[in-house]
């Protein structure tokens, strides 16, 4: 065909091999030939188990299975294991048993991660929450905190690094049908406290002064903590200052006045820092993996979509 | 006029020349850059492939892990164990230039382990089979229990000096405090566990007796982070080197002596 030029339109396309000049024949089947070899490559790795295939594995792994790595230090530690040998003294049968087992091992936990095993199996969902915990304290079961943050850590808990003390105490009241007036009665819970002082008996004192138990503690033994439970906050500030054979008194307390007689008082002993910075160091660890944990779960909290059934809103 | 054009000539010579100069000295500052990159690379390709244990064997291999592993120890490892290696009693950090090793042997494929899981790291692969019980603060034992206990771990490495609360000490070793369990019948100790040789007089946190009471009465719980998701395989090989390069390994090692001794070391 002879244009109005006067070339063959051919010539001036190009033919199929010239390519100096542009021929839509060959662009269409080229374009065509491209994307069906895409397609076909794509339809391979989709529809068979082996997918998309590297090429080679980095030097550091003795496998890649689906592109998931095995070290090649797990390989060893794990011949060195199973066979208890060095891994210089291993056989190249042994080795190959180790590795295919790993290598099984992998597929099998890929497969279960395909099937989505963690749904239906309460073992597996344990061990991906033990799993996962794990990880979120990884650092902080790794970091060393600085002495100044434990220190101060320590200076925020002291109470916790005491041995507990121990009190043997009586709050006494004088018995209502002795109608006395605050100034008798001030003048008489001096006179029980210095008797006391000297050594008398705490139940002879409230017989010979019409004293009787408030009621709020127990005779014995009493742990600190349970004193200043029970007591109100001026009648445990003045128990807590007194040692063993001591008194306070009067108190006037929520209308009555108040005797306290202390009968043993072990104050518990006070550990310095250096002494209790090992207890410190897990204490503060234990609140920095219960932080995170925390934060952690909030965070998934919050990008995820969660609802929940209307009586539990 | 007639000076000037040899003269613009001679400038636009000169020019040239500079600027093939200048491309002559920039190519071959690029081949030495690549040449110096390929190198590198190919070390690195050459030290994560081979077996660990056999590194200290190949004198251009440890030469470049200990430049590689000696840069990343500074910049991640002294924090704890110091720039002299050898460690910080007060917090439980141990020597790494002698041949005590709490985990297995020393080996570079041991200390490897190390640097690629840490030490209860928190990862599943980290040494953490076992901790030294707080025997005091769980009252498994009294204080004056664990005051014998002392003065036993005490006479096996030094001499007694109170030879009653030793024999009350290693009968409490031997039956109540199940020391035995990790320590051993022998309290030489269990690298599975990390459970240190008693005997040797080589101390984690300090020989003095009240460190060693402090260890009986509140526990220990050491540890070393993980470094495999934070450096690269390259780099925790050849800290694993470096680490072999300046130690020894134990007197228990399974490796041929001459492996257990790179070449280069700063000690024999």
Redesign the interface.
Known sequence: MIDKAGEKTSERQGAWGGMAQVNPRRSLILFAAGAILGLVIAGIGLFTAAGTKASGIPAEDVALINGRHILRSDFIAQTQVETTLPFDQTTKEQRLKVLNEMVDEELLVQRGLEVDLAASDPDVRAAEVAGVQLQVDADVLAEQPSDEQLQAYFTAHKDKYSAEGIMALRDLIFRPDLSLSPEQAAAKAKEAADAFRKGRDSDDIAATFGLKDSGKLERGDLFDFAVKIKLSPALYAAAEALSTRQAAGPIVDAGNVHLILMEKHDPGAVRSFAQARDAVLQDYKKEEQTRVETANLKYLKGKADIRLAPEYR | MGKSVPGKAGRTRRRVQILATAIAVGGLALVVFAFAQTRDYLL???L??A????IPLNPTLTAYANEVGGAAFNANCTA?HGADMKGNQA?GVPNLTDNVWLYDFGRV?DI??TV?Y?I??????SHNVTDMP?MG?QKALSSAEIKDVVAYTLSLSRHPENPAAVERGSKLFQDKGVCYDCHSRDATGIPDYGAPNLTDNDWIYGGDEEAVY?SVY????G????WIDKLS??TI?AIAVYIHSMSKESPES??KPSASRAPGAKHA
Do not use: T
């Not at chain 2, 077996?51 to 056999?54: G, I, K, M, T």
């Not at chain 2, 209860?120 to 692969?125: E, N, T, V, Y």
């Open positions: 690195g390709q050459e994560v492939a077996y660990p244990d056999e704890c917090k494929s490897e382990r690629l840490g209860r790291s928190g990862l599943g692969k707080a603060r402090k509140d526990g220990r719980h540890q070393c982070p993980a395989a390259r090989r399974p490796n």
